[in-house]
């Protein structure tokens, strides 16, 4: 092994736990928002979690600056960051938003059979129905998220892709939730919203990705009691 190549891996190993650790902090917050442990307009004290999570200020405040992306923060001036009052209507918004968005790109990919995109389609299914079957859950938020890109460019429409790419931001905790008792359905959908696709069926596209999305809003509604 090279001097270059030995120096290189202790970094990437830093990398890596610093990821893991935003990573944990964000998922532990957000769950705790979810559950209703952290309550509208209570104050997020960046030493405070820092101390409760064992880590430092630095990934808290990564954490943080996530949640506030994606709806469940607020942060003011002299305030500092608070559980946001309206986060579950927010995203049940985002959530219903999403719906009408991924419909028309399903449809529009469908006229196209997939254009150029049709052989990574095919591709990202395979890979996440292999991760599933292996139980290797760690993958499988960023393929469900590949897919959606990929139907989303797929569509042709620029202007749907982005929009897409901004809503997918927001929510893509999303497809953390529940996942393992979810994998052989979350890649039946996709299965299934593919071949419609491959095959040129717009109408059926459509209404099964409708329905696919359907239960990501329906799951996190009932996680809120909100039916």
């Known amino acids: 092994m090279s001097t270059s190549s030995r120096a290189a891996t202790p970094s990437s190993s830093t990398d890596e736990a610093d990821v893991s650790r935003r990573r944990s902090v964000v998922d532990r917050l957000r769950s705790a928002i979810i559950s209703g442990e952290l309550t509208p307009g209570e104050r997020l004290i960046e030493d405070a979690i820092a101390e409760q999570f064992g880590v430092s200020r630095v990934p808290v405040r990564e954490a943080l600056r996530q949640l506030e992306s994606e709806g469940f923060v607020t942060s003011e001036r002299y305030r500092g960051a608070t559980v946001s009052s309206t986060s579950t209507r927010d995203t049940v918004e985002l959530m219903q938003v999403r719906r009408g968005l991924e419909m028309l790109a399903a449809r529009q990919a469908a006229e196209q059979r997939g254009g150029p995109f049709a052989d990574a389609l095919a591709s990202v299914v395979e890979r996440g129905r292999e991760a599933g079957r292996l139980h290797q859950v ?34 893509a905790w999303g497809f953390e939730l529940d996942i393992e008792d979810r994998i052989d359905s979350y890649w039946a959908d996709h299965s299934a919203i593919a071949t419609a696709i491959l095959s040129g069926s717009p109408i059926q596209a459509g209404y099964l990705m409708d329905e696919h999305i359907l239960k990501d809003e329906v799951l996190y509604r009932r996680k809120m009691g909100d039916i």
């Open 138 to 171: 760690d993958r499988l938020p960023p393929l469900i998220m590949e897919f959606h890109e990929l139907v989303a460019k797929a569509s042709g429409n620029h202007q749907l892709q982005q929009m897409l790419q901004r809503v997918l931001q927001r929510i």
